[in-house]
């Protein structure tokens, strides 16, 4: 007997039918004779559909409130998943987040799993019951219901896997695995048969929803192998695990990421110390710096450009503006008109070229880069917004066709 977690994104249960489907799903796994813990998120466009009511009410509610009102989604997906397998002639016990033991620290709506204390679950297990849990949410030391940013539900996922030595992990979402690029946007995408944490954490952080980046994180922390398939067809999933057998490809995925904003200084004094100073602005209010690039001085001037996400491009304008101006910059310009295009993969440590070609396929397609940035595994440019689905299509024809 095997103890199977199995994750089912919104989609997956958007409706009666949809919720039917994914009780079959779970039932079939347990009737082959395992444990099974489920893990659901909110139906459909439910998250989305809440956060504009609490717009709708007070955009600058508190995160508290908006926690509260966010983890309400999946109170109603698992209360109605358990029905659903009832009706199939199984038991089952739905758990919100608390109930299942999972504590997180207190930073709302973007909350970190500290502990899963299981018991409760495996309480019902030894029950007999199908167990489903609500995806993204938790409980503070305080004792204040939390979630963990959004598309946590994966990592609810994973922390339950983890937690409880589980034999295997399955996130079933609306596609077959994970692609080469979004297989929504790029027709001619290939299914992935396996893929590496390190390079799959790399796609998740640079803009592919299938997974969410800190489940990815977790399971390589704890090695929990994932599967990632969907619940709509039979097909072989994805495989995410730390060393994939199959021979490296160049790259294995092309990522677009258009929660970014372009944020220049012109005219900073070319001196010691003026990065330090204006970076110590953002990092005092907890904003993320991701590409940086600086020109070379002239006439004792620089120009310093780097991204932030797009949600903390105002906050980061309003902390630099007056300082840096005060101290002798001529002016910060603030562009989120961009989008920043990545590729990802291993093979790109053993092999020289792969950045010109990714290049070579942006001049291809007239598109002009504005930043660039790369490391050990991943090349990532920034163009114009407008061009960002046209850029995606014109690098993976390079590397794929
Ligand atoms: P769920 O609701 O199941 O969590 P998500 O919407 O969060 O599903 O993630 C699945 C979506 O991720 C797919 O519908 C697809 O459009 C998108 N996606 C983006 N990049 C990729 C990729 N490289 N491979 C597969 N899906 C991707
Ligand atoms: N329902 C949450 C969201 O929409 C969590 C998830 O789907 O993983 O972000
Ligand atoms: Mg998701």
Not at 34 to 47: C, I, R
Not at 248 to 255: D, R
Not at 350 to 377: C, R
Request: charged fraction near 25%; include cysteine; glycine fraction near 6%.
């Amino acid at each position: 007997m095997s103890l199977i977690v199995q994750k089912f994104g919104g989609t997956s249960v958007r409706d009666a039918e949809r919720v039917m489907n994914v009780a079959r799903i779970v039932t079939d796994t347990f009737a082959k004779g395992n444990d099974v813990v489920v893990v659901v998120s909110a139906q459909g466009d439910t998250t989305d559909d809440l956060i504009a009511k609490a717009d709708e009410i007070n955009p600058n509610a508190s995160k508290r409130e908006k926690d509260m009102l966010l983890a309400a989604g999946e109170q109603i997906s698992i209360s109605l998943l358990a029905m659903a397998i009832e009706k199939l002639g199984y038991h089952a016990t739905s758990l919100l987040g608390w109930q299942a033991g999972f504590e997180t620290s207190s930073a709302h709506t973007s909350a970190r799993i500290k502990r899963v204390s299981t018991e409760r679950i495996r309480d019902a297990l030894d029950k007999k019951n199908i167990v489903v849990v609500a995806g993204f949410q938790g409980i503070s030391r305080r004792g204040d219901i939390t979630t963990l940013g959004r598309g946590g539900s994966d990592t609810s996922a994973v922390a339950i896997a983890a937690a409880m030595h589980a034999d295997l992990c399955q996130i079933y979402t609306d596609v077959e695995g994970v692609y080469t690029a979004d297989p929504r946007k790029v027709e001619s995408a290939q299914k992935l048969k396996e893929i590496s944490y390190d390079e799959m954490l790399e796609l998740a952080t640079l803009g592919a929803q299938v997974l969410n980046n800190r489940s990815v994180e977790m399971a390589k922390k704890y090695n929990i192998e994932l599967e990632v398939l969907s619940s709509l067809t039979n097909a072989p999933g994805t495989i995410v695990k730390e060393k994939t057998r199959m021979e490296k490809m160049l790259i294995s995925g092309v990522a677009k990421d258009t929660d970014v904003a372009r944020i220049s200084v012109i005219g900073v004094p070319n001196i010691p110390g003026i990065a330090f100073k204006m970076f110590s602005k953002l990092s005092a209010k907890d904003i993320n710096v991701d590409i940086i690039l600086q020109s070379i001085g002239h006439d004792g001037k620089k120009d310093i450009s780097f991204t932030v996400a797009k949600s903390r491009g105002k906050e980061a304008v309003a902390a630099l503006e007056d300082y840096m101006v005060g101290h002798g910059a001529k002016e910060v310009l603030y562009d989120d008109e961009v989008a920043k295009i990545s590729i990802v993969g291993a093979g790109m440590e053993s092999h020289a070229g792969v950045a010109t070609k990714m290049f070579e396929a942006l001049y291809d397609a007239q598109i002009n880069i504005q930043m660039i940035s790369t490391s050990e595994i991943k090349v990532s440019v920034l163009i114009d917004i407008n061009e960002a689905d046209k850029a995606v299509k014109a690098i993976h024809r390079k590397f794929f066709d």
